[in-house]
């Protein structure tokens, strides 16, 4: 199962039906509007320059906007009515955007031809473009169904939960390579599927992610409620692949909406509440101020720089690991803000009269200037503007030990900003950290642009009037 090549598939169709649409319009165009402006034939209207430049453009602007609706980011497992609704309420909005944009500014003899072009354009768009992709995910459909295409999982488990995976799994596009058992204690607890399909306990685990070709993880217990399984299953993110659980009555993750998949109770738990539109709308405006931001402010990028090198010796920049998006390891920048020697004291938390912060870094903390870097990381694809604050990788362990939930921030990019930071602030002990957590969860729960756009008018706010620390 290529995910790329279906995409490319979904692709190429869009392409084609926005490029046979638009043409068919200006067939339209020509027999209603464009054979009064002074075009003698329909050569010479198919050929001039605002026919040519639209037969090139339209076809892209479609795709932008198939785009930032979210239809190419999961081309598997597709709902027929989230693809007939998706494509219906996507066209009708660039249907309407083309025509105020661009056949608005025809001059028609009558007022109602009007209606047939928008009619006309929206029905051919909606149609020709719905049953391509419709053919396309029938075509995928079927081959998932004869077990052509199938996505790889290990499933952590190997009770009475792990041999009702293995019956309706492959029902639904699933191959499963293996099994892994494991008890409560971490240790073999006796599998209940057969022992040949057992490749090992939980303490194999590194070794068989690594070594072998695992699309997901699909973790099955016998009981959710145990602290052990619930540890366990907070570990898998180590992984850095998709984890679903099964779970036919109780579900760990009572605070996270999730859906079933395909009617069987298979839970999605890396996947965040926001919508695929709402995730490809984040990503571009993120990219999109982080350059304007780098651009524009690069003058108050070399003030800062200048006021550091002038406050104590060292360097301009402070770089740290920290752990982003699906449990990644990142760089992340700052401006420093303390004397370089901080580093030989140990690995301690900032307060707010730190001793090792410099006066210039004590000014720049008030101001949240020290993070204006992270911009940097913004364009880089590591962070968000909105998002959990990351961490090091040795307080999230310290975290995970009272508050092991704390794993499913790493579900989404890490931020600039966040409702912790916002409505709570710096903390300087791990305790202080998990009731900042308290702040990040229900951010997670409550995802929206709407709350992002909340949470960076807070922050303006905060910059302007110094309570940064």
């Not at 395909?262 to 509440?273: C, F, K, R, S, Y």
């Amino acid at each position: 199962m290529n995910k790329r090549t279906q995409i490319i598939k979904y692709i190429a169709a869009d392409l084609l039906t926005a490029t046979v649409a638009w043409f068919l319009l200006n067939l339209i165009r020509y027999s209603e509007v464009a054979q009064y402006e002074a075009y003698d034939s329909l050569q010479a209207y198919i050929f001039s320059q605002k026919v040519v430049v639209g037969q090139i453009l339209m076809p892209l602007f479609w795709l932008i906007l198939y785009y930032f609706s979210g239809y190419y980011n999961r081309p598997f497992g597709k709902s027929r009515i989230d693809e007939l609704f998706n494509t219906f309420a996507t066209v009708a909005i660039g249907v309407t955007f083309i025509f105020f944009v661009v056949v608005l500014n025809d001059l028609p003899q009558s007022f109602e031809i009007y209606y047939t072009i928008y009619f006309s354009y929206g029905f051919m768009q909606f149609t020709m473009t719905y049953v391509c992709r419709s053919l396309t995910t029938s075509y995928a459909a079927r081959k998932i169904a004869r077990g052509e295409w199938a996505l790889r999982v290990l499933v952590i488990g190997a009770g009475s939960q792990a041999a009702k995976i293995k019956r309706e799994l492959p029902k639904v596009g699933y191959r499963i390579i293996g099994f892994v058992d494991f008890d409560e204690e971490g240790g073999c607890r006796g599998p209940e599927v057969d022992a040949g399909e057992i490749l090992g306990c939980i303490d194999d685990l590194p070794r068989l992610t690594e070594t072998l070709p695992v699309d997901e993880l699909i973790f099955a217990p016998e009981t959710v409620h145990g602290d052990a399984s619930i540890r366990l299953l907070y570990s898998l993110y180590h992984y850095r692949r998709p984890i679903k659980i099964w779970a036919e009555k109780d579900n760990p993750f009572y605070t996270v909406d999730v859906k079933t998949i395909h009617g069987i109770p298979l839970m999605e738990v890396t996947a965040n509440n926001f919508s695929e539109a709402a995730k490809n709308i984040k990503r571009a405006l993120d990219k999109i101020v982080a350059t304007l931001v780098l651009i524009f402010f690069s003058p108050l990028y070399a003030g800062i720089a200048i006021g550091v090198k002038r406050s104590s010796r060292g360097p301009v920049f402070f770089r740290q690991e920290r752990i982003g998006y699906m449990g990644r390891p990142f760089i992340i920048y700052k401006f420093r803000s303390m004397y370089v020697d901080a580093a030989n004291q140990g690995a301690l938390l900032t307060d707010r009269n730190d001793p090792r912060v410099t006066p210039f870094g004590r000014f720049l903390r008030k101001y949240r200037l020290d993070e204006i870097p992270q911009f940097w990381n913004i364009l880089r694809g590591d962070m968000s503007l909105v998002g959990p604050r990351p961490e090091q990788r040795r307080y999230i362990d310290a975290i995970v030990r009272k508050a092991p939930y704390y794993y499913l921030l790493h579900n989404v990019r890490p931020g600039i900003t966040s409702w912790g930071m916002v409505k709570y602030g710096y903390a300087d002990t791990v305790d202080k950290m998990i009731e900042r957590l308290d702040y990040d969860m229900m951010y997670y729960k409550h995802m929206s642009l709407t709350l992002d756009i909340t949470i960076l008018i807070y922050t303006i706010k905060i910059v302007f009037t110094g309570k940064g620390v």
